[in-house]
């Protein structure tokens, strides 16, 4: 039978080539067409392949193949040559192993194969397009049938030197074909596994100059597709498998040259090591909390072992590349109904009255004016030295030390400090010391002072934290001493806290701890804590310097993958003991020195369990979002009983997001409170050998309803802790509890000048925890209470500013913190900014969350990000207030001007904004019917644009304005479409820090937090200044101030101001973050995988070619050996 197929190609020289392959034709035009079409295709770029392959291309080949091997005797002058280019074709025809299967070519080349199982060179090419027909699942299963794993098996020998590339294309071939479950089960069943294994052991031992690296990859790709199947990983286990390739991974670690051998080994030692439950008595929350509308009778579901439902079994073989990629624009919102501004109301619009009292200023009619704040200098000497403080990273560090700094002498400091010189290339030179100077060891410190020698005072700190009398446990809340009367007495914590402070006098803007230690008495925890965080207590200053990100060591993850299967394999060392749980009694660690001590049960911590697995490794479990089995992420606990200098490694083994920026140079935090008696009260970036991976942990599938299974996350890092018996405590990120927030607030309150700051705390609602949601106001005092200065007063535009809905992002709360201090600072901005509008700020939407140690949700165990758009008041109360509040503004016609809810970002680096654009989301998402038509006001970009001048840790470049469907119910979403607000933002903080603008490098301290909060007030009057509606008085105002500033001004300011030069700078989208150089999940990218497996098969090819025309093959490897083709 004939086929003519004919191909038109377009040559290099740009005619179109006629080609004619017919079959029985004569060898000479055959081998012409061969020819011609190698060459062709050789120089071309895959644009002409793929050209050909639409023209029928991969038929001719295939045909030509039929034709030419059923003949009596095959002619391999053809064959050759018809080979190559079928692997060529058949890498980029998605279809070919398909087209193949059709037109019979699979059977024929196997018979090929069997035929020349002794002709190296034959069958070299024959399995290099057995390759490529593999490469689809289906068409490896059908080849498995027809028995090409045993041709294979007779191909791949123990070590030799002799057809070694023959050698690496069987095992690559094989390994194809074991991505085909039925050929997987084939092999386990007929004991392929011991196989391989004695193989792959076999030249490992014999290659010992590594020549032969890919024949032994090749055979361990084997086995990882084998132990995808739970029978392979059972045939694996009794193998020994996990002793022979954890053997050879620990000779082959430190070689980078053994790359593609490492990571192949480590692939299958992950997934080989037996999955278990979490060692805990139930994934739910050890807290539980009565709240409306919860099942919260829900048995608490115990773990088996026989919960662990087999992931990799499925049937049916499945070509990968006929799933459909779900694209990330599938969420987008295209409803243009739901996209349009909707004003309405959730509730009867009588409700909303109930806010007028939250809205004091609008009715007050300041008859106290006049007289009441008359004695001014009085007034002066009384207040606390707090108000002028301006929130900056840049602070210098005697902020926190000097208890005699008068109320003046700061106020001077202020007026130097003002904000306008902090904008952007003002920072760089803070940016330049911090890099310049070596960050402050901690252990080097410690050295060079030596303990007790520096400590201020007579105070004895070690016999005083040996003799726990200031054990912050016991120094209690209130309730203690309520249910405990003849326990410590209040009066005598306070003794000690004074004498304690007395000792070590220091002085931290906007904090009190004898303050604090009142408040904690009045702020209600689901299990009612009894102790306090020293920190928490004591105060924080930001350190002097910043902390770079810590460089990522070489192979440091898979060192402690294989530390953690050492345990499976050698459990000689491990010592497995509970040191600490909430759900379970633990034995007494007083007289125990070989362990460290635990504990959490303080507000915001949250740890659930420790166990010490070796010496000095110690596993922790954190506590599940209250009346939740899911969320953890954040941590904060206490450890003490430690040996200095000792380097201990903790893991955190269920943590539940991906990835995390503790692969990208993130650090915890660490504060010491022998380091705070010395005078450095600093929460610090700390800890080494920092990588978060996939664990072996899995969720039973009982406890998510019947869904697979959860996997969960190890973050791993090792602490040298700087001091024997201290007290440490650790936490995800710079704690900042609900009890700092109202010390904060109390102490922001007295230090303002009432004559010149309208400041008013009101209760936006009770939590369902019993705590009050504080609700601040701050504006300028209106000048007079004559009926002009009122008028202006009553006029001042809104800004409304929320944070902390999500617990665990307490960077939120900093940058709030920034906010609030700034906006009553004496900063003439911060004073332009208070005459010219009025700041609702919800500082913490989410207290219950944040003083039960949640990550994400409320005591109901839900996302209140996510409620907003039908937020109940006995289930959602902040939420439902918070929203009302708005809703009223809206409603007397005052609707804010700018909203902005502050959040972090686990994931990102840097300082943002999320944004709401119905015209750029129909845009992205590809409607153009909605786009064109459609007239969109741009500010929303304005602000942003001003920020990203302005922060050195802003970025215009991450800032998005797309509304996605699964965020309609997010307070941006909701503030933006039923209120009109067109200035609706989310800020994202970064947990890490920034990579890009002056702190390029550098991880965030609290101190750059703030700065942040500042800078975004300065955002806001800049953003007023270059409006339309922006009054004469106020940008002459302006002008002075910045003219005065002028010296110190950015450049870039300036352009700020100018609205006819504002453009945006040429703005390159950064890469979210760099691919992390080590897999996070047990198995790699199987798609990378398989286009590098190719490439890798071109050049394979290529270079036989290439050695061919030179009349020799190199053999693989040293190239020692050459020997002529036969
Ligand atoms: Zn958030």
């Given at each position: 039978m004939g086929i003519e197929i004919i191909m038109q190609l377009e040559t290099p020289e740009g005619c179109l080539l006629v080609l004619s392959l017919q079959s029985s034709s004569d060898k000479a035009s055959i081998l012409s067409i061969l020819q011609v079409l190698g060459d062709l295709l050789s120089v071309g770029t895959d644009r002409r392949i793929h050209y050909m392959i639409s023209k029928g291309g991969s038929e001719a080949l295939l045909q030509t193949l039929v034709d030419t091997a059923r003949t009596a005797s095959p002619d391999y002058d053809i064959l050759l040559p018809l080979f190559r280019l079928l692997a060529k074709v058949g890498l980029r025809d998605k279809k070919f192993g398909q087209k193949a299967l059709e037109l019979e070519a699979l059977d024929v080349t196997l018979i090929l194969a069997r035929k020349n199982l002794t002709h190296s060179q034959n069958l070299l090419h024959c399995l290099w397009v057995l390759r490529v027909f593999a490469s689809s699942v289906t068409t490896g299963a059908m080849l498995g049938i027809n028995g090409a794993m045993e041709l294979l098996f007779k191909v791949i020998s123990p070590y030799t030197r002799k057809n070694t590339q023959t050698i690496r294309a069987a095992t690559e071939v094989l390994a194809a074909l074991l991505k085909s479950k039925s050929n997987t089960r084939r092999a386990v069943n007929r004991g392929y596994v011991t196989s391989l294994l004695r193989l792959h052991q076999d030249w490992h031992s014999h290659d010992t100059t590594n020549s032969y690296l890919q024949i032994r990859r090749g055979l361990l790709l084997c086995l990882r597709h084998i132990v995808t199947l739970r029978s392979g990983r059972e045939a694996f286990l009794v193998a020994q498998g996990m002793e022979t390739l954890f053997t050879i991974a620990q000779n082959c670690l430190?070689?980078?040259?053994m790359e593609p051998v490492t990571s192949a080994l480590l692939q299958i030692l992950r997934q080989c090591y037996p999955e278990s439950p979490l060692p805990l008595v139930t994934v739910s929350s050890a807290y539980v909390f009565p709240v409306p509308g919860c099942s919260s009778s829900e048995p608490p579901c115990t773990l088996t072992e026989?919960?662990?439902?087999?992931?990799?079994?499925?049937e049916v073989d499945q070509d990968t590349d006929s799933k459909d990629v779900r694209e990330e624009d599938d969420d987008l919102e295209t409803d243009v109904d739901k996209l349009s501004s909707e004003p309405g109301l959730d509730r009867p619009e009588g409700e909303l009255i109930q806010y007028e009292a939250m809205c004091h200023e609008l009715s007050d009619s300041f008859e106290e004016l006049a007289s009441k704040f008359g004695d001014v200098l009085n007034f002066e000497d009384t207040q606390h030295a707090n108000h002028c403080h301006i929130p900056s990273a840049a602070s210098p560090p005697q902020h926190c030390f000097n208890t005699d700094q008068s109320w003046r002498q700061e106020k001077e400091d202020v007026v130097q400090t003002s904000i306008l010189n902090m904008v952007k290339a003002g920072k760089a030179t803070m940016h330049l010391y911090s890099k310049n100077r070596p960050i402050m060891k901690l252990c080097q410190s410690v050295q060079q002072n030596?303990?007790?020698?520096?400590?201020?005072?007579?105070?004895d700190t070690k016999a005083f934290l040996e003799e726990d009398a200031w054990n912050i446990e016991e120094i209690s809340c209130p309730s203690i001493n309520v249910f405990f009367s003849n326990s410590c007495k209040p009066r005598e914590t306070d003794e000690r806290i004074s004498k304690l402070l007395h000792t070590h006098p220091r002085h931290i803007p906007f904090h009190d701890p004898c303050l604090y230690m009142a408040k904690t008495r009045k702020t209600r925890s689901v299990v009612d804590f009894k102790m306090m965080a020293f920190p928490d207590l004591w105060g924080h200053c930001p350190p002097p310097t910043a902390h770079s990100m810590l460089d990522r060591k070489w192979g440091i993850q898979r060192i402690k993958i294989l530390e953690d299967i050492r345990r499976f394999i050698q459990p000689s060392d491990i010592v497995n003991k509970v040191v600490f749980s909430l759900d379970e009694p633990w034995p007494s660690?007083?007289?125990?020195?070989n362990c460290l001590r635990f504990s959490s049960t303080f507000e915001s911590g949250n740890l659930r369990k420790a166990i010490q697995v070796r010496e000095s490794e110690y596993d922790l479990l954190v506590n599940a979002d209250v009346n939740s089995s899911q969320h953890q992420q954040w941590f904060y606990f206490k450890v003490s009983g430690m040996r200095a200098a000792v380097p201990y490694r903790f893991n955190i083994i269920n943590c539940e997001k991906p990835n995390s920026q503790f692969n990208y140079g993130m650090q915890p935090t660490l504060y010491s409170v022998k380091e705070a008696l010395l005078g450095r009260p600093n929460w610090i970036r700390t800890g080494s050998e920092i990588c978060y991976y996939k664990n072996h942990y899995r969720q039973s599938t009982a406890a998510t309803g019947g869904t697979s299974g959860k996997f969960y996350y190890t973050l791993t890092f090792a602490i040298t802790f700087p001091h024997n018996e201290d007290v440490c405590y650790l936490a995800y990120h710079y704690p900042y509890t609900y009890s700092s927030l109202m010390t904060h607030l109390d102490i922001l309150e007295k230090s303002i000048n009432p004559r010149q700051v309208y400041f008013r705390k009101d209760v936006l609602c009770q939590t369902l925890g019993g705590n009050p949601c504080p609700l601040v106001t701050i504006t300028a005092m209106p000048e007079s209470k004559s009926a002009d200065h009122l008028e202006q007063f009553r006029h001042r535009p809104y800004h409304v500013i929320t944070a902390r809905v999500h617990p665990g992002e307490s960077n939120s709360s900093w940058v709030m913190k920034g906010i609030l201090e700034f906006l009553v600072s004496n900063d003439p901005v911060a004073r332009l900014l208070r005459e010219n509008f009025m700041f609702k700020i919800i500082p913490m939407l989410n207290p219950d969350g944040v003083i039960n140690g949640n990550h994400r949700c409320s005591l109901r165990g839900e996302d209140l990000n996510r409620q907003w758009l039908s937020p109940q008041a006995h289930l959602q109360p902040t939420v439902y207030h918070a929203k009302g509040l708005i809703l009223y503004l809206n409603s007397i016609g005052r609707t804010p001007v700018v909203f902005c809810d502050l959040h972090g970002h686990s994931q990102k680096k840097n300082v943002f904004l999320y944004g709401c654009s119905m015209k750029e989301t129909l845009w992205q998402a590809g409607c153009a019917a909605g786009g064109s038509a459609l007239v969109e006001d741009v500010s929303y970009r304005m602000l942003p644009k001003i920020l990203d001048k302005l922060a050195p840790a802003f970025t215009m470049s991450s800032c998005s304005f797309l509304v996605e469907k699964s965020r309609a119910a997010t307070a941006r979403v909701v503030v933006w479409r039923e209120m009109g607000v067109s200035r609706s933002y989310t800020m994202e903080s970064s947990y890490c820090g920034c990579n890009q603008g002056p702190y390029q490098g550098l991880q965030f301290g609290t101190g750059e937090l703030e700065e942040m909060g500042a800078m975004f007030c300065l955002g806001l009057l800049i953003l007023e200044l270059k409006s339309v509606g922006c009054s004469p008085q106020l940008l002459a105002q302006a002008t002075t101030l910045l003219n005065a500033n002028e010296d110190t001004l950015d450049h870039h300011l300036q352009r700020c101001l100018d609205s006819s030069k504002f453009s945006s700078r040429n703005m390159s989208e950064l890469d979210d973050e760099p691919p992390c150089m080590e897999e996070i999940d047990y198995i790699g990218d199987n798609s990378s995988d398989q286009e590098q497996i190719f490439s890798e098969l071109d050049k394979q090819i290529q270079e036989y070619a290439f050695n061919k025309n030179k009349g020799q093959e190199d053999e693989e490897g040293t190239g020692r050996q050459r020997r002529a083709i036969p």
């Open positions: 430190d070689d980078k040259s026989e919960d662990l439902e087999d992931d990799g079994d499925e030596g303990l007790g020698t520096d400590s201020p005072g007579t105070f660690q007083d007289s125990d020195f």
